[in-house]
């Protein structure tokens, strides 16, 4: 069921552009928008909320449309980047704030309010004013007052923008269990992928003005349909080919890199003609001192020099370049690096299942 529609959308604002963007979100989806800052995030989460009127375009909750219906009729929460929470009121007037605006029976309030802060953990915070809170504390109370009118859809912009990576985490696990227990429809905006793989059901990628890809987690990750979607993505190492793939036995590619420099990719299933580039992402290169291979290069092994190594935490961030000139990216467990004593200016062979090679 279609919880949210959104129709050939269109914002002009100076010399920004919100293009024709046409998009259909489930009830009780969790859908994320993601791209660059300046992409149109925001401003498509205005029109949803009804605080931008479009140009051109309607927006649909439901059967109903409801592009002309003021904000607080659209059954639709918002919380912005800053969280907008009322300087003047303690956390407890934050929450039931709406509620009090709707004439809702204050012992309907009371217990809603002890509801939402139960759910959020934040019961010890009720009587405090936001100059007192954290950012994280910020965030719970601003998404209580926004659930608290029960909305059928709610949008968060850049919710976790102002929080350290370590309490991003930890809301993260937190939005996705409390979309889960209240069943709402959240799109949630974000510059952050990481982020966003962690909470979404599917994600759409938005690019100057235009949405440019909607998929699942693993599509996005897996499968970009564009070399920005690759790039912004982290995939790293998206690869211009020197030629046309050719086929080769097993089902199979052999993708020309350079003159000396080529991959094996598995046929893709809706064919193999007009592909520009190979895309691997850096965690699938599987990379070892060329030393401890075989005494021959496996087929569609690629050997380089490591020319940089950057520390990732656990994982340690190889850049290496062929022979022939190309530069490849490889992740590696700091580990197992250690153990192989990889160091810049070694040696390496990279190798890459054909499975793992997405053609763009």
């Not at 309010?113 to 915070?125: D, K, N, Q, T, Y």
Request: charged content about 20%; glycine content about 8%; hydrophobic content about 40%.
């Amino acid at each position: 069921m279609v919880s949210l529609r959104v129709e050939g959308l269109c914002v002009r604002l100076g010399e920004f552009d919100l293009r024709d963007i046409t998009l259909a979100i489930a009830a009780s989806e969790y859908f994320c928008i993601l791209g660059p800052t300046g992409a149109g995030k925001s401003v498509l989460i205005e029109c949803i909320a009804g605080l931008q009127r479009p140009d051109r375009g309607r927006v649909f909750l439901g059967d109903a449309d409801i592009t002309d219906v003021p904000p607080e009729r659209r059954g639709v929460g918002y919380v912005p980047q800053d969280y907008a929470l009322f300087p003047n009121m303690t956390v407890r007037q934050n929450i039931a704030f709406g509620l009090r605006v709707r004439r809702t029976p204050p012992e309907v309030i009371a217990k809603r309010v002890a509801s939402l802060v139960g759910l959020f953990h934040i019961e010890h915070l009720l009587e405090r004013q936001p100059l007192h809170l954290s950012g994280g504390e910020k965030q719970r109370v601003a998404l209580s007052r926004a659930l608290a009118v029960e909305p059928k859809v709610l949008l968060l912009d850049e919710p976790l923008a102002a929080v350290d990576e370590q309490t991003r985490d930890r809301l993260c696990a937190e939005l996705h269990d409390i979309q889960r227990a209240t069943g709402v429809t959240v799109i949630h905006i974000s510059h952050n992928f990481d982020e966003t793989l962690a909470v979404a059901d599917r994600i759409g990628i938005m690019h100057a003005g235009q949405m440019v890809q909607v998929g699942t987690p693993d599509e996005i990750f897996s499968a970009p349909q564009s070399r920005f979607v690759a790039e912004f993505t982290r995939a790293e190492n998206v690869i211009p080919l020197a030629a046309p793939p050719q086929p080769v036995a097993g089902a199979r590619l052999r993708l020309s890199l350079s003159t000396q420099d080529s991959l094996l990719a598995a046929v893709p299933a809706r064919g193999a003609s007009g592909w520009s580039h190979a895309i691997v992402r850096p965690e699938a290169f599987r990379l070892y001192p060329q030393a401890d291979g075989p005494a021959e290069t496996p087929d569609g092994a690629l050997t380089a020099t490591v020319t940089r190594i950057t520390e990732r935490g656990h994982l340690l961030h190889f850049q290496t370049q062929t022979d022939s000139g190309l530069t490849l990216t490889a992740l590696k467990l700091r580990s197992e690096a250690r153990a192989a004593g990889l160091k810049v200016g070694d040696r390496v062979c990279l190798l890459v299942s054909p499975d793992d090679v997405h053609l763009l």
